[in-house]
């Protein structure tokens, strides 16, 4: 059920988010991180796995606050995380190998080709993206949606990340003929693509497909629990 302001504004760019948005990162992420594991002779856990995404999760959110560098997460998370468990590794050697695997992963969001296929021409369809650029542009183009895009965005690129307000200017400056009031970004972090769409003075959809519980205060414009039902806020016949 689509959530929200159901006031059919006619947009004309629309900014997609990647990771759990349109590509499975929990899936890619899950087989990158057994290929790592089984790399060292380690038979992987779901604690072991818990425990990675907490110490990532806490990093990236530093990233998102400005607080560390975008290095400073990469390279250190799995030397944080072999610590746990009183093993003393190359982080940065860890990272270039997880990269490696973690560039394969480009499983889809179910609906997700479909769906930025037919909007293609209908609107000025962007990436907006936190991550690696490498990576990213690795993953979408095994995908298949790289040439979907008018261009992709990558927060390694623009010297800034979302949600801060420079990320969108970058992104802004780039795009001819851009309007905020023409705008909407969809993507699945409240404190990321929503909270950044905000202070960028866009509409933002926040694709929700596990029903969570909105605690921050952050409240999207939309929400959405199907891809498709995307289709209903723009006012578009689903193919």
Known sequence: MVKG??????????????????????????????LLFESRNISPTKEMEESYKKINQRLWSLFEEGKISRDEVINTRFS???????QLVDGVLLEKNYRGYLEEG?????????????????????IV????????DRRLRDSGLHPLFKEIFVSEDTGFQKPMKGFFDHVFD?????????????????????KGGQLAGLDTCWFNPNAKSNITGILPTYEIHDLNELYTILNLEQR
């Open 5 to 34: 302001e159901m006031i059919m504004k006619k947009y004309q760019t629309l900014l997609f988010d990647v990771d759990d948005t349109l590509l499975d990162f929990a899936a890619a992420e899950a087989l990158a991180l057994n």
């Open 80 to 86: 944080l995380l072999f610590k746990e468990m009183d």
């Open 106 to 126: 480009h499983q889809l969001i179910n609906g997700a080709f479909e769906l930025v296929s037919a909007l293609q021409n209908h609107y000025e369809l962007y």
């Open 129 to 136: 993206t936190n991550g690696v650029s490498k990576t990213q």
């Open 174 to 194: 780039r795009i001819p003929n851009f309007s905020p009031e023409q705008a909407l970004i969809i993507g699945d972090s409240l404190s990321s693509d929503i």
